[in-house]
């Protein structure tokens, strides 16, 4: 479900971090204090997100290395694996963010 961050490459990050809904998502992850729950991004940008689709962004996060997901009743709650993703790519994710 998660790679090991060993397995985690720059092609997987920047691929899943080029789609405008995926990386404010990710971005808002990173600035989040506690998980989160996939439901709450059903509109992102201004613009309705379909859960199915929602759902598939979220898959490509987690199976990218991007965030962690762990199911906690009903809801799925994620948190952005963004320590771990600075040890391996120093300083790649805040200049992604910071060029959002």
């Known amino acids: 479900m998660h790679p090991p961050i060993e397995d985690v490459t720059l092609q997987a990050v920047l691929y899943a971090l080029a789609d405008p809904v ?3 998502v990710f971005a808002d992850l990173v600035d989040a204090t506690e998980p989160k729950a996939c439901a709450i991004y059903l509109t992102v940008n201004d613009t309705p997100v379909p859960k199915s689709t929602l759902s598939q962004h979220f898959r490509i996060l987690r199976e990218h290395g991007l965030i962690r997901s762990e199911r906690r009743g009903v809801e799925m709650l994620s948190t952005a694996r963004k320590d771990e993703l600075d040890a391996k ?3 790649l ?8």
């Open 89 to 91: 790519f120093p300083g």
């Open 22 to 24: 995926r990386l404010a």
């Open 93 to 100: 994710i805040d200049s992604i963010l910071a060029a959002a």
